[in-house]
Structure formats: C-alpha cells, structure tokens
C-alpha cells in the first residue's frame, strides 16, 4: 500500500467519491485515495436517504446550493444515463392543504422560477386532484422534473470509475490525528499513517471535528437530526402517484413529512426531523452520551431548541408516536390509516448549527493552506454532487501549483 499521496480525501459518501471522480477525470495520474472508518462506501448520508432527485426548486436564487443543484442535476441524469444507473423522473406536487398556504406556495413558485426552472406552474385543486386524487389540496405547485433514484448505485459508480482510473478507496481507515506540515501533511488513521500534499473533508457527520483537527477555527458544530420513515403497505401505495409535499412551515427550517416514490419499488412517508442521539443514531434507542451532552452543552443548540422547542416537541411526539405521524401525515392524504403504514428506514442529516442558534442554509467550504473542509452538505448534496465534487475539485487545482 503507498504512503504518500497527491490528495487524501476523508470520507466516501457520495461528495466524497465525487470530488475524486472528478479529479482522477481532471488529472489522470494523480496519487488519490479516499480514507473510509466503515467497511463499505455510502454508509451514511449517502445510503439513508430518500433518494428524491431533486429540482432546485426551494433554494434561494445565487446560492450554493441553488446553483449547484441546478447544474448538478443534469450532470446527475447524464451519469445515470451513460452509466444506467435506473432513475425515474416520477415529477412532484407541494400542495397547500389550506388557504393561509397560499402565500408561501407563490414563495417557492418564485424561487423556482428564478432559478431556471421552465416546466414548474401553479395547478388548481381540479388540475391537483386529477393526478393525485387522494390528496388534500386548494391549490399546488407541478414540478416535472423531481425524480428519484437510488444514490447508493450513484456512488458506487463514482467509486468504480475512480478505481479504474488509479484511485484508491481505502475502507476500514478510521482517522486519529492529522499533523499539519510543510510540503505534506501527517494523516494518522487506525490501520497506519499517510503522507498528502492536499487533505479534502468530505467526512459529513463529522466534518466539524476534522476541521478542528486541521487547525480551522470554527464558530458551528454539526448537529444530527434524525429523519424517520414509515412505508405505505402493497394495498395502498395507490394512494401517491407522484413525489407529495407539504407547504413547508415557514417557522421549522425543514421540508415536513412527504410521500416519496422509491425507485426499488414502495411508497415511503416522513421524515420527521428530531435530534438523534448521537451522530450516528439512527435508531430512537441509539444513545452517545458524550455525544449527546456535547450537542446539549452547546450554546448554538441551546437557541435553537428555544426558538422552535414547539415544533421540537412535535417532532419528538412523533417519533414515539405513529398515531401522531400517522396525523401529521393526514394532513396531506386524510385517508391514510394507522394500519397503513409500518415502519421504515431512518437516517441521520449533518446540521451546521452556529453560536448564535442560527442553521448554516448553504453549502460551506473553508479552505487553508493544503486543506479544504466541506463542513456544510445536506440535502442537496446527492442531487448536486458532481457538481460539488467539480466545485471542491477546481479549488484544490486553482491553488495546486503553490502546494
């Protein structure tokens, strides 16, 4: 096994893979690996969500997010068609269930619109009930380009396509230290220790605490919320026929539980977002302690809760509770019954939460001298990742030749 490397990137989720997809693409004969603690790609972000390919619909026009999701998203299609990779554009509706959802509704019709979106329109309750009759509408949004597909396949040609072109995806390496220097930096890990000229942080959950280990001063921490799903059982996935989204509360910086299509098959429902109980918990009893006090000691996290202990305590309720998701789900198809529905996945989305209990809403990239953190990569990161990879990818060569 080599020693020493060109680039080390830090973690194999599905930005990770392709920030190294597009650089063994942009400068073949580079020394890559990619440094992975678990025993196979894609075990967290990338392996748990719900694999919604989505439009670009819901972010503000200029941002990171925005930009990338709107480019990324058809480099994603173009992948998935040169690699068959199955995907489904199944299209969306975000439906206002009542009258006081009518404002926010016109709200994402004009973030969509300005970035670039050309199929989007606003439909009546007839137009809305016509595709999903079941639903509760007065009006929605059509959103054609929404699709899904399974990001797991995604990343696991990235790897395969880096692998052949001389990378190296190193599984089982869990990082310990890294030891800054000058012209490579020290990458100790649990099966020996490296030498890189470029560290790259795609670590997700843990992106904070490898940051600090490179020496950035950061004024967040990445907090974990868990997303929780049921599944609609075989009698009556009848019930969606598309993507099915609320009117996102204005006041709860997340989307609310949906119905999504799943590519495999099946009808998912959710997720709720309440914080987990370590970074990893993907289970309601899965507890950290250390962890734990450590989100609950934090100031950030302590605003927040503050803020929105209301829709916090809600969102706990219904993690306990099927009767209470089973309801807030009613919201959007009333006909859905509790023995509809059984339990499904779950998964945890890294947060960026700061001092002042504000949530990072983009994506953030900090770089220093050989080191570049992707400390910020929720959803849409899947969608965009090539996109972000390219991103991540041309800032490392913008500075290569001073490295």
């Not at 020394?31 to 969500?49: P, S």
């Not at 199944?90 to 009258?99: D, F, H, L, Q, S």
């Not at 947060?351 to 809403?361: P, R, V």
Request: aromatic share 8%.
């Amino acid at each position: 096994m080599d020693a020493k490397f060109d680039v080390i990137i830090v973690g194999a989720g599905i930005v990770g893979l392709a920030t190294a997809y597009f650089l063994t693409k942009e400068r073949p004969g580079l020394k890559l690996a990619i440094l992975e603690k678990e025993a196979a790609i894609g075990q967290h972000q990338t392996g748990h969500n719900s694999g919604v390919i989505h439009s670009g619909i819901y972010y503000t026009p200029g941002s990171l997010k925005a930009k990338n999701c709107m480019k990324g998203y058809h480099q994603l299609l173009e992948f998935c068609e040169t690699h068959g990779i199955e995907y489904e554009l199944c299209g969306k509706v975000i439906v206002a269930t009542n009258e006081a959802e009518r404002p926010q509704l016109d709200l994402i019709l004009e973030k969509g619109l300005a970035n670039g979106l050309k199929k989007i329109k606003k439909i009546s309750k007839e137009e809305t009930l016509e595709i999903e009759p079941h639903v509760n509408a007065v009006e929605a949004i059509k959103v054609p380009e929404a699709g899904i597909v399974n990001y797991l396949e995604v990343a696991k040609m990235y790897a395969k396509l880096i692998t052949a072109a001389g990378g190296q995806i190193l599984t089982k390496h869990k990082l310990l230290e890294v030891k800054l220097g000058t012209p490579h930096h020290q990458v100790l890990t649990n099966q020996g220790d490296f030498q890189t000229k470029t560290i790259i942080n795609c670590a997700g959950l843990y992106a904070d605490k490898l940051a600090q280990m490179t020496g950035q001063r950061l004024d967040f921490k990445i907090l974990p919320f868990r997303g929780e799903y049921y599944e609609l059982v075989k009698a009556k996935e009848h019930l969606v026929n598309h993507l099915i989204y609320p009117v996102p509360n204005p006041n709860f910086p997340f989307l609310g539980v949906h119905f999504t299509r799943m590519i495999k098959g099946g009808i998912e429902a959710g997720p709720n977002a309440v914080l987990a109980f370590r970074r990893e918990g993907y289970s309601r009893w899965d507890i950290n302690f250390p962890e734990l006090f450590e989100t609950l000691g934090y100031r950030g996290f302590q605003k927040l809760a503050m803020k929105y202990w209301k829709d916090g305590l809600g969102e706990l309720y219904r993690s306990y509770s099927k009767a209470a998701f089973v309801k807030a789900l009613q919201h959007l198809i009333p006909s859905v019954e509790n023995k509809d529905l059984f339990r499904g996945n779950a998964g945890v989305r890294a947060q960026a939460c700061q001092a002042d209990g504000s949530l990072i809403n983009d994506f953030l990239i900090l770089e220093s001298p050989g080191v570049i953190n992707v400390c910020n990569a929720p959803s849409p990161a899947a969608t965009s990742s090539i996109s972000i990879g390219e991103t991540i990818g041309q800032k490392l060569l913008l500075h290569w030749d001073k490295l």
